[in-house]
């Protein structure tokens, strides 16, 4: 049996730093080369970062991106490890690639084939399928194959096509984002695309944050037999080093015990190679994060990276001593640092004491900056300045909006006057769903929404964790259990409006996220009155939704890019 050494560099690419990503690339091929790497494999379109959406419609950019991969060419003269790494490449069409750089150049290429147009994808908007059959690559001994992505995930895609002409192992670049649940689905493609095809696999994918999307890393190596050979760790970015088992013998024992499995031939090319003797790297996969674990570490690369990306240095929210800002205020400064999280209390007339309270207990706990900005004197001159207009109008949740409205005008102003703070907004995906929000206000107008995919279940399920990780209750007891209410008139609770959130979050989440009907619904067993208003609610909610900030994404179908739902919409379901 033998191997072949393999650097997964499982890197943080920022799409449109050009430059920025060469010199990522090139510091870990450095550091592959140091530790005796054949290959340093590099996520899909690493150079451009992903997904660059419309950059690559302007030709300039994906010119510049080509004189960039010259660059990374040009760095592996001399060197024993080859590069392989994602990139847009231009032949008449545009298509997603991958180039085997060795010795100072450009040896072959490869073309994505399937590319996916669904949910956050729309790669056909941008390039067109790979046609040519694919090439083999020879590397210290080892034949090798490569595939981008979507590529792995057909049964009868290039993984079957370049086993069957002779490849050992073959190396995938990835850019696959995160959602609850995606993780166990890759897995299990991966031990059966490797099983079926007799064939080790080393699956590299991009870790971090992307406007909504987050890139969970956890890239893995999957030997002939289905085996998991190594994992790197998630929403980490790391290079791991992997002695990858391949050989004839062990490929030729396959082919004698499985008749099934086709032969084909394909071009090899062999790439120029310097045999060193190296002591075999321990690998030992990283262990998996259970489901909340993997959620938060989700949020916090997120809000980190898209603060980080676009150039702020701090955040600042409205921490109003309910559940989903405490929340935010421990995201936010588990992702930029307490010393850069500013949490205001903005209080009027409606404001309890123990809201209050709260709220300096949280921000005590997490050590972050805490002030108060009382609203009331605005409120009041406002309400003063509508009376003549209002004359003869009951109180209603007109005024309940105005609250949320200048509380949303002084974060803002907070925000302009301090350049680099982010304003983050804390509204759930509940409350969104159902429209339960003031367009313009403190939970819709802002920077970034931390918890927009997040159901208010999840959110409290969450805090819990974040507890149980810090060993007390960063988050007090007294927030977790007081009934959730805006706070916006005397006595408000959430459920004067809404059902119990145990109630309405099932119909959210099948509604908005396994696209069930009204009619599924109610077969399931919710009462009717209750789906027929909450869907309603949805449905007519859409306009609201669409003025909201991008928020990090953790489910398989969140608010934007995933569901892109007709404001204008006459038909009900």
């Known amino acids: 049996m033998s191997s072949l050494r393999v650097a997964l560099c499982q890197v943080n690419p920022h799409v449109g730093d050009l430059d920025g990503n060469v010199a990522r690339i090139l ?95 729309d790669e056909r908007r941008y390039f067109v399928p790979g046609r040519a059959p694919s090439t083999l690559f020879r590397i210290g001994g080892t034949t090798v194959g490569v595939a981008i992505c979507e590529d792995v995930w057909n049964p009868a895609g290039p993984i079957a096509e370049q086993a069957a002409g002779g490849a050992e192992l073959v190396l995938v670049l990835n850019a696959s984002p995160y959602f609850v649940g995606r993780i ?29 999307l987050v890139f969970d890393g956890g890239s893995t190596v999957i030997d002939a037999t289905g085996e998991v050979v190594a994992r790197a760790p ?47 790297v321990p690998t030992t996969p990283a262990p998996r994060l259970g489901r909340l674990a993997e959620i938060y570490a989700a949020l916090v690369l997120g809000t980190r990276d898209y603060a980080r990306k676009n150039g702020f240095t701090d955040v600042v929210l409205g921490l109003s001593g309910g559940l989903d800002s405490a929340l935010v205020a421990a995201i936010a400064a588990d992702a930029v640092g307490p010393e850069r999280v500013h949490a205001v209390a903005l209080p009027t007339r409606y404001s309890s004491d123990e809201s209050s309270t709260d709220a300096k207990v949280v921000a005590g706990n997490l050590g972050i900056d805490f002030r108060t900005i009382p609203v009331e004197p605005a409120f009041g001159a406002t309400l003063d300045m509508l009376a003549p207009s209002f004359a003869g109008l009951e109180p209603d949740v007109t005024e309940e909006n105005l609250q949320g409205r200048i509380r949303a005008n002084v974060m803002m102003a907070l925000a302009n006057k301090f350049p680099g703070w982010l304003v983050l907004i804390c509204g759930n995906k509940s409350e969104l769903a159902v429209g339960y929000t003031t367009v313009y206000g403190i939970d819709m107008a802002g920077g970034f929404a931390v918890l927009k995919d997040l159901t208010k279940t999840t959110v409290g399920a969450l805090a819990r964790h974040r507890n149980e990780v810090a060993g007390h209750d960063l988050i007090p007891e007294a927030i977790l259990t007081k009934p959730p209410s805006a706070e916006l008139r005397p006595g408000q609770v959430d459920t004067d409006s809404l059902p ?53 994404r953790v489910t398989a179908k969140a608010f934007g890019k995933d569901r892109r739902m007709p404001i204008t919409n006459g038909y009900r379901w």
């Open 27 to 121: 510091d870990q091929l450095d550091r592959a080369e140091a530790a005796g790497a054949d290959v340093a494999l590099f996520p899909e379109l690493a150079i451009t970062g992903y997904p660059p959406e419309d950059l690559l419609l302007k030709p300039g950019f994906v010119r510049d991106g080509l004189e960039r991969l010259d660059r990374v060419a040009a760095a592996t003269r001399g060197r024993r490890c080859v590069a392989v790494v994602g990139y847009a490449a231009v032949e008449r069409d545009l298509f997603n690639a991958a180039a085997v750089c060795a010795d100072g150049a450009v040896v072959g290429t490869y073309h994505k084939r399937h590319l996916p147009n669904y949910a956050v994808f």
């Open 500 to 552: 119990p959130y145990p109630e309405l979050d099932p119909i959210v989440v099948a509604y908005v996220e396994q696209d069930a009907t009204a009619e599924d619904l109610i077969a399931a067993g919710h009462p009717e009155d209750l789906v027929r208003r909450i869907t309603r609610l949805i449905d007519v909610a859409e306009w609201k939704r669409r003025q909201a900030p991008v928020g990090v």
């Open 184 to 212: 166990e689905e890759r897995d299990r493609m991966l031990r059966t695309r490797a099983v079926d095809s007799a064939v080790a696999i080393a699956y590299v994918n991009q870790v971090g944050g992307q406007d909504e």
């Open 234 to 280: 998630q929403f980490e970015e790391v290079q791991q080093v992997v002695d990858v088992p391949v050989g004839p013998v062990w490929r030729n024992r396959l082919l004698s015990s499985r008749e099934d499995l086709p032969t084909a031939s394909l071009p090899v090319v062999s790439l120029p190679h310097k045999a060193t003797t190296t002591a075999p």
